[in-house]
């Protein structure tokens, strides 16, 4: 069983290494992905790559969305945003890249209730 849980460790690891040369993801990202990849396995790899995926859409749009958002809030405060919104938009900012590590983590989660059995 370990040796299957390895396997998809490092095909993981591969993959996103890939995207990390081609600056697409930091090496954080990298390993917390290929523990996470090591963690679900065989048996919860489909589901957690399932809401890793989803859960990075959704923070992408939300991304998007904030950046529109930014934009019509002017530096001047005035406008639909508000100036105590402006710090969460600039976190959620798709300008600032897609925080990964939250899409990973969801997906590490999904890979919990394996262990209860």
Do not use: C, E, N
Not at 36 to 60: C, E, K
């Amino acid at each position: 069983m370990w040796l299957q849980h390895g396997m998809v460790a490092l095909a993981g690891f591969m993959v996103l290494l890939i995207l990390f040369a081609m600056g697409g993801m930091g090496g954080g990202d990298v390993k917390l992905g290929t523990a996470v990849l090591a963690w679900a396995g065989m048996q919860s790899l489909l589901a957690s790559l399932f809401v890793i995926g989803l859960t990075g859409l959704v923070l992408a749009l939300l991304g998007l969305a904030a950046d529109k958002l930014s934009v019509l809030g002017s530096d001047t405060g005035q406008g639909p945003v508000h100036r105590s919104w402006k710090a969460l938009l600039h976190g959620l900012s798709a300008k600032r890249g897609v925080p990964y590590g939250v899409a990973l983590a969801a997906g590490g989660l999904v890979a919990l209730p394996a262990y209860w059995q």
